[in-house]
């Protein structure tokens, strides 16, 4: 019995001595790395670089009145200086608030055809062969008020003014879209004033006894208009 104790005491003995060594043959701890992935929710950032992604463009623009607004929203096309004009929907839809905003989609499908998508208040979808290299949407802002027998032209999809430029000896084009816009005339004037081929702009006509006015808001894609 105390050889047992004896043989008991000496593998104790022999097993702590050898601990520190084991301990010592152990990999010495390192920094790390973890990848973990969620699939985010649709927040305004991510909402904006899904639409650079896509080359989608928009832009609200909303009307206000001092009485329910009818209306009649129509296409128009300017190539060369000849305009085409369509009505777009239902002849003339109604609202029966004094405020109706139009929310406008643009995506270039290809160099020759755009994408126009109408989501409010109205839902449409439609296809426009239509050169569209350097196209964005844009405001068309008047300093004049409008009168009730007018047209009111409410967005384009234009590919702005082109000019030259020379830097260093180097000659080279550039595209102004602000010049464009910031000179608040009506698009029907943007081919002879700053040399615009082919364009689209979209107008709305109000019935009479109602004082239209109207704002922008675009939902940024990122593009730099500058």
Same mark, same amino acid.
């Given at each position: 019995?105390?050889?047992?104790?004896?043989? $008991?005491?000496?593998?104790?003995?022999?097993?702590?001595?050898?601990?520190?060594?084991?301990?010592?043959?152990?990999?010495?701890?390192?920094?790390?790395? +973890?990848?973990?992935?969620?699939?985010? $929710?649709?927040?305004?950032?991510?909402?904006?670089?899904?639409?650079?992604?896509?080359?989608?463009?928009?832009? %609200?623009?909303?009307?206000? =009145?001092?009485?329910?607004?009818?209306?009649?929203?129509?296409? @128009?096309?300017?190539?060369? &200086?000849?305009?085409?004009?369509?009505?777009?929907?239902?002849?003339?839809?109604? =609202?029966?608030?004094?405020?109706? !905003?139009?929310?406008?989609? $643009?995506?270039?499908?290809? $160099?020759?055809?755009?994408?126009? /998508?109408?989501?409010?208040?109205?839902? +449409?979808?439609?296809?426009?062969?239509?050169? !569209?290299?350097?196209?964005?949407?844009?405001?068309?802002?008047?300093?004049?008020?409008?009168?009730?027998?007018?047209?009111?032209?409410?967005?384009?999809? +234009?590919? &702005?003014?082109?000019?030259? @430029?020379?830097?260093?000896?180097?000659?080279?084009?550039?595209?102004?879209?602000? =010049?464009?816009?910031?000179? /608040?005339? /009506?698009?029907?004037?943007? /081919?002879?004033?700053?040399?615009?081929? *082919?364009?689209?702009?979209?107008?709305?006509?109000?019935? =009479?006894? !109602?004082?239209?006015?109207? *704002?922008?808001?675009?939902? %940024?894609?990122?593009? %730099?208009?500058?």
């Amino acid at each position: 019995m105390p050889d047992m104790k004896k043989k $008991s005491l000496l593998t104790v003995c022999f097993l702590l001595a050898i601990c520190p060594f084991l301990r010592a043959q152990e990999p010495a701890s390192t920094d790390s790395i +973890t990848v973990s992935y969620e699939t985010p $929710s649709l927040k305004e950032e991510l909402l904006r670089d899904l639409m650079e992604f896509q080359g989608i463009q928009c832009i %609200d623009v909303t009307v206000k =009145s001092t009485c329910p607004i009818t209306y009649t929203l129509y296409q @128009v096309q300017n190539a060369q &200086g000849e305009e085409k004009r369509k009505s777009i929907g239902l002849p003339f839809g109604k =609202s029966p608030a004094n405020e109706l !905003t139009f929310r406008f989609f $643009s995506q270039a499908l290809s $160099s020759d055809t755009v994408r126009i /998508h109408i989501a409010r208040p109205i839902s +449409t979808s439609f296809k426009v062969p239509l050169p !569209t290299s350097g196209c964005i949407l844009m405001e068309t802002i008047s300093d004049v008020p409008y009168a009730l027998t007018d047209r009111i032209p409410l967005i384009a999809y +234009t590919p &702005g003014h082109q000019g030259e @430029v020379e830097i260093n000896g180097m000659k080279g084009t550039f595209i102004d879209y602000c =010049s464009v816009r910031d000179a /608040h005339k /009506h698009p029907s004037e943007w /081919h002879e004033l700053f040399n615009i081929g *082919n364009y689209i702009y979209f107008e709305l006509e109000i019935q =009479s006894n !109602t004082t239209p006015q109207y *704002n922008f808001k675009e939902l %940024d894609s990122g593009s %730099d208009k500058k």
